[in-house]
């Protein structure tokens, strides 16, 4: 679907293979009360979830365990005026099943920075949207 | 300042040189009781408020005019584990000053879509934190 703005809509299987070429999303959350932001490397489960791995005891997952979140990644090429986003909003939950936890250390994503008491975090997929912008011309 | 998360806090001006050299941006925000995200280009004002361009008549606008919200640009390099982050937390408003909006469509930043109906949006950054990863290695 093309829209006057100049967007086009990616569908789910789109969507999900644009963010299966990046490796760094953004968690968007509220923090007392105000939206909050933080990128993260991250990976998809075999369910197209979003896994990251993170400090079990970082303010990110205080903030974000049992609550849906968005996330957010994209890739823009300013010289061309085009690209994509993807958000994926969904619940937010600490693994905490150990097998779980045991086959998600062996093909889960690995954490940017060293984390002893690392977690992964599971966002839920139920809901993907996407858009893109294929090079408009410049605006008179 | 470091932390042991392997993260260097940016300082203010540090933060703006940084938010200058990127032109997209994540604006964040609640959208019917949920987190939203959305990228857009966008333009640093003499006072380093954050401007963005858009349609009177979007989401966007009817969304965060008179709203706190976060923005945030960043740029990592996945092969060597580093980036910056920076996001500006103010409150969003409509620019409606004819004078300013004058000043805008000279000097501020240009929509990469047509908006016959175009608006600027000023976000002020009385409130701007970032952090910087550098080459971590790569955990065991």
């Known amino acids: 679907m093309f829209h ?3 967007f086009h809509t990616l569908d ?5 293979r644009l963010l299966a070429k990046v490796p760094v999303g953004r968690v968007v959350y509220t923090r007392q009360a105000l939206p909050a932001v933080l990128p993260v490397n991250f990976s998809l489960d075999t369910d197209s979830s979003v896994l990251l791995r993170t400090s079990a005891s970082s303010v990110l997952v205080r903030a974000i365990d049992g ?3 968005a996330f957010e990644a994209d890739d823009f090429d300013a010289a061309s005026r085009s690209g994509w986003s993807v ?3 969904g619940r937010a939950t ?3 099943d150990p097998a779980e936890h045991d086959r998600l250390s062996r093909s889960g994503p690995r954490s940017w920075v060293v984390a002893r008491d690392g977690v992964f975090v599971r966002i839920e997929s139920d809901m993907v949207t996407g858009r893109e912008i294929s090079g408009t011309p410049e605006p008179v």
Do not use: H, I, K
């Not at 789910?12 to 999900?16: F, G, H």
């Open 4 to 6: 006057s703005d100049g």
């Open 12 to 16: 789910r299987p789109e969507c999900l």
């Open 67 to 69: 609550v849906v979140v």
């Open 87 to 89: 958000v994926v909003t």
């Open 94 to 96: 600490v693994v905490t």
